[in-house]
């Protein structure tokens, strides 16, 4: 990302009355402002928490986009359970969308894998995470 213009963890100048929500992934300056850029690989609570640092931003001026990187729907059998994906994100669009913001866009991008391979090792799914009331 550097090398393309990007700044790295980061977190753009926002109203001193704001609390902060820790820094952004990347930041790139572009004539109408700067564009925030979250990529999600974390767990679903950690996807909410990035669609939330983008939009405070985005509501106090910080940055003019958004934009969150997450899994598409085909790549979810081939990870880890509860990593953050479109399928679990998309019943928030609407709430997302009714937050008023003056200027600016956030978008959510899912994506997927290429191929797959039978020779590449698989990543055991456990159950940590789960509530197994032990």
């Known amino acids: 990302m ?11 100048k926002l109203p001193e009355s704001v ?3 820790g820094d952004l992934d990347g930041l790139l ?13 974390g767990n679903i609570s ?33 990870v880890t359970d509860r990593v953050g994906n ?19 866009a956030l978008r959510v991008i899912a994506v997927e894998h290429d191929e797959l391979s039978l020779e590449a090792p698989r990543i055991p799914k456990g159950t940590d995470g789960w509530a197994l009331g032990v």
């Not at 300056?29 to 690989?41: C, H, I, N, Q, R």
């Not at 997450?70 to 790549?75: C, I, K, S």
């Open 86 to 104: 479109i399928t679990e994100l998309r019943c928030y669009f609407p709430l997302w969308q009714a937050i008023d913001y003056e200027e600016g």
């Open 2 to 12: 550097k090398e393309c213009g990007w700044e790295t963890e980061r977190l753009p």
């Open 19 to 21: 609390l902060r929500p």
């Open 29 to 41: 300056s572009v004539p109408e402002g700067l564009v925030g850029f979250e990529w999600e690989t």
């Open 46 to 78: 950690s996807s909410h928490r990035a669609v939330n640092k983008l939009l405070l931003t985005l509501l106090h001026g910080g940055i003019r986009g958004g934009i969150l990187v997450v899994l598409g729907q085909a790549m979810r059998p081939h």
